[in-house]
Structure formats: structure tokens, C-alpha cells
């Protein structure tokens, strides 16, 4: 076969249908496999005459499908379930109806691409060249006319293949040579093709780089409006009020609630007198300081940094952002420096109700019992980072009632 | 026994031929390709640079929105869906008919469908297009829209599967990737023809690397075949579900007048029935400016002013076993909400979308009425008119009266709103009319197969059902 001249195979014309399923149904019983017929639309009834196989087409589709519907399910679970479980509305983790949706979607996302792709690769396709793209008549081939190829290749061809096609009924019949450089894209087309791929891969390539290494700014905002709202932060000056302030003091004759009672210790953290109260106004017990643990953890841990010493995630950042874009930052007090440490619980009561500095009050979010609660636990973060008895212990309960 | 009974019907009752004008293979070529071979009508240029210009005004306004922000609309609360929401089912809706025509009639072997299947896909794949568009701009900060999809992210966190907002999002993106398959897929053939027929260089290498290399050899004809009726299979339970997941997005709210289980089947029927409407506003004057009248016969467009009547009782009936199970529920918050939407504050657009989309389309009972072209035009545009105000009724209505009375607020779009839902249209009609310029706006290698000769010995039997 490799001495001949190259020839790819023998081309027949027909006019209509009729004349080539009958031609197909003679070829193939000549004992032909390597031919094809190529018609401007599918032809009922050409795939019994040329023993053409059910294709494997549908498989490939229902396991796509199954793939799909498995991975939508465990998406799903693996998500919301596993990596990342947060409950919304009191619903489940995972439901079974309520992951139906998504799943039915991929399932006939990926049975499609299945379909698609699938079709594409079990014809050989996408292909830039085919030697019967080099015969002028073969373009009337997705127009009008019907087209059998016997190929140069099939055992049974012969020098005489191409007189015996013509008998069948064909209208013309031509033999195509197999050239010797296949048809390639113009190189421009090339160049165009390169280009384009590299600029596909930079994005991809950008995310890579972008989750494993480590951002040494904020991301870049191209709109600001969540870095400058329009709004007034505590302790600030503001022209809408009479008195100047951002931040509205109670109403007078308002009550907050669980503060039935405005000017007592308990409420104000001075005696009647107008000093600060030296000791705490309520019982001191194990579970106090607990409680003020925990408050504390919530309402002042965010700036203060849970060892009380001002060392939080919310300063350390601030303070890397110091005087960009006109912040100006005053760094959170070290709760367990001298100080503080000097100021009597009623002060420290005062400084959470009323707040000081840049510190907005916290009378509307804290309840009484609970600020002396955390003053008393500041006092016990203290001792402990300075190897003291915390002022809990029975042993020292005199000396924490001072 | 289709065939006994083809056989026996007698000559005056038998249904016309799909093609008419005695069109054969060369001739069928001929008309779909030299739409795209030859310079188009002048008014093409003109359509093509109000289209653009309208897309421009559109891009301009989009460029404001993310700058400002999407306060310049009049969303506000308790109306906080307001026209975004309203333009994004319009559109998606107007999406269905597409994989409808292509995927359903080609399951239930309509073989009319040949002719339109292809148009009406195109206007799917833009309609669509347009109706990502909205939900895409409306959730504030558009550059953040990928967190929608289950992307592996800075944050650590993964979206909420259990909402039917995200369900929504596979779904219009799922129905947005097949459909695009099923059109691509049905226009290989037809563009490997317009890639032989090209003359110049360019054309030809285009039409090329998006025909793929196909031959029409059988053997891929085979596996082509058997690919888009799988196709077809999973697009058409894919349309029903796809319109009714976005019907979930007001279904699963607890609100009155949205919670409501009719809501799928109802979305879907009116999907339809928008999307049939769609194609004949479009169909009318392009088989007119491209001269496809042989191909799309009259009796084809009275085909889909049927459906138009048929989907229209459907959401007539919709409408109606709303208000029935409002007062059949005792339900009171339900019954007010439905007397508010007839009596209430926005009866001026619920009487409007009653008599676009029941009333009117009544006509087509006659049949001198479907085969009027000026007719048919007319109200197919009335039923596009009255289709989006059923969704901008059950949209604002609901929200507009809320539980809190104290709350309740008249909603007022703003100019900005206007003017992107008009440039929604301005992005449709570019790509539609390119469409029409440089793709086979028919399918030819279809079309081919209803002809009688397509068949083997066609001359004993009459036409086959079968494709």
C-alpha cells in the first residue's frame, strides 16, 4: 500500500437518496468497511444499509449525568455540612429535598457536556483538514448531493473500485489523491491562537499566585464608600445636636431597663458622696469573675486583646494602617498596666458605662451587674499576670473586698 | 398507523406541506445562506444602529450604576425587589421558548418546529443573556458576584445551598450553557454549508474553525443524531425546572400572595406563553426583510398563535385559583393581598396585565385573526407588554403592602430604572440582529429532512414521521 502513489480513496456522486442507500447497501455487502457516506443531512435508513453500530453516545451521557448528580449532592453536603456549617433558619445541615435542585441542574449540566463533547470526540472532531476538503465538487456535499467514499486504505480496495462504483448509480465518480502536506491555519491564525491562550491562562494563573502567598496591603477598593461611610463614631463632635456630641446621652427622666434605681452605687459606681466606690457593691464570688470572663471576652477582648493589655488582632491592624488615608488611631488602653491598676472599681465602672477617650459607652449593651462584674475580672487578669491570688480565692477575700 | 391514517385523510382536510413555494435541496441552501452571503437590507443598518446605540446608552448607565450605586433605582424598602427583579424573570421567561420549540416539539415530533427552532434558540440564548444581566447588577457590587458560585474563596466560607437564590443561579446558568450547546451543536452542518459556499478568504476560515471540520459524514450524521436527541431530552425537563426554580425565589418567601404552590406550574405556562409572543414579534418582520416566507409558512405562525391562546387560558386559570385559594384558605393576610392587587393600589397594572394577557389574545379564536399577520404583530407585542406586568404585579404588590402597615409605600421607579430595562433591549437586538446577518438563521440541514425526497422511495409512501 506504501509503494503506491499516496491516494486517500474514490469519490462517488449521487443525485438523491434513493440511488446512494442503494449503492451504500451494495458496497457494504461487497465486503467494504473503511467507507462513508456524507450527505447534507442525516438519511433515514443509510445506517442499516451501511451496518453503521449503535454508538456508544448514551453511556458516556448517563455516566456524566451520575456524576453530576453525585457530585451535586456531595457539594452540597460537603459545603454547607462539613466545611462550613452554619445553621440558617433552624433548618438542617443538609436536607435531602432541599438539595434536589442543584443536583437536578448539574446532573443535566454535566449530561449535556457529556452529550456535546462526547458526540465531538467520538467523531474526530474539531479537525482543521480533510483530504476530501480539496475536491472542488465534494462542496456541494453540505448543499445537494450524496457522496460515497470508498477508502485507499480498505482490504478489499482495487484498481477497479472506482469503474465498479460507477456503476451503482453514481452520477460522476473521482478519485481523491491523499496530498502530501495536509492543509494547515494560515500562520497568523496561529499567532492569534498563541495569544489569545496566554491571556486565557493569566487570570487562572493570577488566583494561583493569589492563594498561596500572603497580602502585605488591604485589598483596593474601586468603590469607598464602605471605607468612608457618612456616619459619626463615638465620642465625636457633631453640629446636628445643641450640645455638640455624636453620641445622645439617656434622655432625661429615662430609665434603661434592669436600672430601676439611677443613683445608686450599683448604677453610677459612686457613693453618695460623689467619690468613686472602693469596693464592689454586690457579692464577689467565683462565678462573678466567670461571668465578667466571659462579658469581657465579648465586649472588650476585640480592642483590649483577651490578656487585657491592648494587644488585639483590631489594634495590630490599625496600627499597621496609622495615617493612611487619614486614619489616626489612639491605641486601646493596657488594662493591667499601672494606670489603670491605680483607678478604684468605681472609676473602672464609670469608664465602661460612660466610656472615655475614644472608647464609645457600653451602659446600652452591658447591664450593670455585668460591668462590675468585668471590672472585677480585670482585677483578676491582673493579679494573675502578676503571679497574685486572683481576688476570688477564699483566702483573699478580705483583701479583694478593699 | 400514522400512516394508514395519512393515507386515508382526504384531500381537502390534509395539513398544507410544511415547506411550500416547491423549494428543494438547492434551493432551500440558497435562500437561508445568501441571507448570510450578501450585503443585508438597508434597513438592517438602520435597526443594527439603533440597536447599538440603545446597548450604548446601556453600557454608559451600567458604568454610573456600579460608580454610584444601586440607590439611583427606586428600590427601596419594603418594595427592596423592584424592577431588576421584575426585567430578570421578563427576560428569562422569554428565554423558554427557544429550547421549548427546539427540545419539546422535537421530542413530540412536531415537525413544523424545523423552520423556527433556530430563531427562536438565538432569541434564548439572548434573552437570556439579558436576564443574567439583572441579578448580576442588582445585588450592589457586581465585582463580588462570584460569590454566588461555590468558588474556593479568601473568605473560607461556601454559599448557602439551602436557598432558593442560589438554586436559582444554577439553574439560569445551567439553561444558559445548554441551551448555548443545543444552538451551537444544531448550527455545525449549517455552518460547515456556509463554509463551502464562502468565496473569500476570511469568511471561509471563520465559518471553518466553527464548523469543526464537519464532512456530513453518516457516521458522524449517527452519533450527531443520537447526541441532540439526548439533548433534547435533558433540555426539555430542564425548561420546566428552570422557570420554576425562579418561581421558588418569591414561592419559598413567606409573603402573602408569593407562597404559593401554583407558582411553578404557573411561572412555566407563562414563560411559555411570553417566549411564543417573543418569536412572532420577531418572526413576523424578519421573515418578511430576509424573504424566508417559503420556509416559514402561515401555517407555522398559526401554530404558535395557538399556543399564544392556549398558554394565555393558562395563566388566565393561574390567575383566577390565585384568588380562589385566598378566600378558600380563610387565610386573612392572603385574601387582603389578592383584593389589594385587583382593587388595591396597583389595579391599574393588574387590569393591564388581565387584559394583555387573557383577554386579548382571545382573538385568536378566529382563524382569519391568526393568519393576519398585522393582527397577530399587535398582540403579540400586547401579550410581551402584559407578561412583564405580571411579574412587575407580583413583584411590587406583595412587598408594597406588607405586614407592618406603617411601612407601606407606594413604588415609584426612577428614570434610571426606565432607561436600563430599554437598554436590556438595546443589548437583545445587537446581538439578534448580528445573529440574523451572520449565522444560518434556519436550520438547513433540518428543514432538508421534512422534505418529501429526504426519504428513502419517498414516491410509494408518504412522508415519514420520523426525522
Excluded at chain 1, 437518496?17 to 461487497?30: G, M, P
Excluded at chain 1, 466610656?355 to 464609645?360: F, K, V
Excluded at chain 2, 407585542?381 to 407578561?387: K, L, P
Aim: charged share 15%; hydrophobic share 50%; net charge positive.
Amino acid at each position: 500500500m506504501s509503494a503506491e502513489p499516496r491516494l486517500y480513496g474514490v469519490l462517488a456522486e449521487f443525485e438523491d437518496v434513493d440511488s446512494l442507500v442503494a449503492a451504500a447497501r451494495k458496497v457494504r455487502e461487497a465486503g467494504y468497511t473503511r467507507f462513508d457516506a456524507h450527505t447534507p443531512f442525516p438519511v433515514h435508513g443509510l445506517d442499516d444499509a451501511m451496518g453503521v453500530q449503535p454508538t456508544i453516545l448514551p453511556w458516556i451521557v448517563l455516566l456524566c449525568g451520575l456524576i453530576g448528580l453525585g457530585g451535586g449532592f456531595l457539594l452540597q453536603w460537603w459545603t454547607n455540612a462539613v466545611d462550613y456549617p452554619f445553621v440558617i433558619s433552624g433548618k438542617p445541615l443538609f436536607g435531602l429535598p432541599g438539595a434536589v435542585p442543584v443536583a437536578y441542574e448539574l446532573t443535566i449540566l454535566l449530561a449535556s457536556f457529556g452529550a456535546f463533547f462526547g458526540m465531538l470526540a467520538l467523531n474526530g472532531l474539531p479537525k482543521w483538514y480533510h483530504p476530501l476538503f480539496r475536491v472542488a465538487r465534494f462542496s456541494r456535499a453540505t448543499s445537494d448531493r450524496f457522496y460515497l467514499v470508498i477508502q485507499g486504505s480498505d482490504p478489499f480496495f482495487s484498481p477497479a473500485t472506482p469503474e465498479w462504483l460507477a456503476s451503482l448509480g453514481a452520477s460522476a465518480v473521482e478519485t481523491v489523491p491523499e496530498p502530501d502536506e495536509p492543509d494547515t491555519p494560515p500562520r497568523w491564525f496561529k499567532g492569534l491562537t498563541w495569544i489569545v491562550t496566554s491571556l486565557a491562562l493569566l487570570p487562572p494563573a493570577m488566583i494561583a499566585k493569589a492563594r498561596f502567598s500572603e497580602m502585605q496591603h488591604p485589598r483596593v477598593h474601586l468603590v469607598k464608600n464602605m471605607d468612608f461611610q457618612k456616619k459619626f463614631k463615638a465620642q465625636q463632635a457633631s453640629p446636628l445636636f445643641a450640645d455638640g456630641r455624636a453620641m445622645r446621652p439617656d434622655p432625661a427622666g429615662t430609665v434603661a431597663r434592669g436600672d430601676l434605681d439611677p443613683t445608686s452605687t450599683l448604677a453610677t459606681g459612686r457613693n453618695p458622696d460623689g467619690s468613686y466606690a472602693t469596693a464592689y457593691p454586690l457579692a464577689v464570688d467565683q462565678a462573678l469573675i466567670e461571668r465578667g470572663r466571659e462579658r469581657f471576652a465579648i465586649y472588650c477582648a476585640t480592642c483590649h486583646g483577651l490578656d487585657g493589655r491592648g494587644d488585639s488582632m483590631v489594634a495590630r491592624r490599625a496600627l499597621l494602617r496609622q495615617g493612611q488615608q487619614g486614619t489616626n488611631w489612639v491605641p486601646p488602653a493596657d488594662l493591667t498596666g499601672e494606670a489603670v491598676a491605680a483607678q478604684p472599681p468605681g472609676r473602672i465602672f464609670e469608664t465602661i458605662s460612660r466610656g472615655r477617650n475614644t472608647m464609645p459607652g457600653y451602659s446600652q449593651q452591658i447591664r450593670p451587674r455585668d460591668r462590675w462584674a468585668i471590672a472585677l475580672y480585670l482585677e483578676a487578669l491582673r493579679q494573675a499576670q502578676a503571679g497574685l491570688d486572683a481576688p476570688g480565692d477564699k483566702d483573699n477575700q478580705e483583701e479583694a473586698g478593699r | 398507523m400514522a400512516e394508514v391514517a395519512a393515507r386515508e385523510l382526504p384531500e381537502s382536510i390534509k395539513p398544507p406541506d410544511l415547506i411550500q413555494g416547491g423549494e428543494d435541496f438547492t434551493s432551500i441552501t440558497n435562500t437561508v445562506a445568501r441571507v448570510a452571503e450578501y450585503k443585508p437590507p438597508k434597513g438592517w443598518y438602520i435597526a443594527f444602529g439603533i440597536a447599538v446605540s440603545v446597548l450604548g446608552v446601556l453600557l454608559a448607565m451600567l458604568g454610573y450604576l456600579f460608580w454610584k450605586g444601586v440607590g439611583i433605582w427606586g428600590n427601596n424598602q419594603p418594595v427592596a425587589w423592584g424592577w431588576p427583579i421584575v426585567n430578570f424573570v421578563f427576560w428569562v421567561g422569554i428565554g423558554h421558548a427557544g429550547t421549548l420549540i427546539s427540545a419539546v416539539l422535537f421530542l413530540f415530533r412536531q415537525q413544523w418546529r424545523t423552520s423556527i427552532n433556530r430563531f427562536a434558540e438565538a432569541m434564548t440564548i439572548f434573552a437570556v443573556m439579558c436576564a443574567g444581566l439583572f441579578p448580576a447588577i442588582h445585588v450592589g457590587r457586581p465585582w463580588l458576584a462570584y460569590w454566588l458560585f461555590p468558588i474556593p474563596n479568601q473568605m473560607r466560607m461556601w454559599p448557602n445551598f439551602r436557598s432558593p437564590l442560589l438554586w436559582d443561579v444554577f439553574a439560569v446558568s445551567t439553561y444558559a450553557t445548554v441551551s448555548l450547546l443545543f444552538w451551537y451543536m444544531g448550527m455545525v452542518p449549517d455552518l460547515a454549508t456556509l463554509r463551502d459556499r464562502a468565496t473569500k478568504k476570511l469568511p471561509r476560515l471563520l465559518y471553518g474553525v466553527f464548523a469543526l471540520g464537519w464532512t456530513g459524514s453518516n457516521r458522524a450524521w449517527h452519533r450527531f443524531e443520537r447526541a441532540y436527541l439526548l439533548l433534547a431530552a435533558l433540555a426539555t425537563p430542564l425548561v420546566l425546572s428552570v422557570h420554576s426554580v425562579v418561581s421558588f425565589d418569591f414561592a419559598v418567601a413567606q409573603l402573602p400572595g408569593w407562597h404559593t404552590t401554583i407558582f411553578p406550574p404557573y411561572f412555566v405556562a407563562g414563560a411559555i406563553f411570553s417566549g411564543f409572543a417573543m418569536v412572532i414579534t420577531l418572526m413576523v418582520p424578519a421573515r418578511q426583510f430576509f424573504g424566508l416566507k417559503n420556509l416559514v409558512t402561515m401555517r407555522h405562525l398559526e401554530n404558535m398563535c395557538k399556543v399564544i391562546m392556549a398558554t394565555g387560558m393558562m395563566v388566565g386559570y393561574a390567575y383566577g385559583v390565585e384568588f380562589f385559594i385566598a378566600w378558600y384558605s380563610g387565610n386573612k393576610y392572603e385574601g387582603f393581598v389578592f383584593i389589594n392587587r385587583a382593587l388595591g393600589n396597583y389595579a391599574w397594572a393588574y387590569w393591564t396585565m388581565v387584559t394583555c394577557n387573557v383577554l386579548l389574545p382571545q382573538v385568536f379564536w378566529f382563524r382569519k385573526m391568526r393568519r393576519n399577520l398585522v393582527v397577530m404583530f399587535v398582540i403579540a407585542a400586547f401579550v410581551n407588554v402584559g407578561m412583564w406586568f405580571e411579574r412587575f404585579v407580583i413583584t411590587v404588590t406583595s412587598t408594597s403592602r406588607d405586614f407592618l402597615p406603617s411601612s407601606w409605600h407606594y413604588f415609584t421607579p426612577t428614570l434610571f430604572d426606565a432607561v436600563i430595562l430599554l437598554g436590556s433591549f438595546g443589548l437583545f437586538f445587537t446581538f439578534f440582529l448580528l445573529f440574523c446577518r451572520f449565522l444560518p438563521t434556519v436550520a438547513m440541514a433540518e428543514v432538508k429532512t421534512v422534505l418529501p425526497e429526504a426519504h428513502p422511495g419517498h414516491h410509494h409512501q408518504p412522508a415519514e414521521v420520523e426525522r
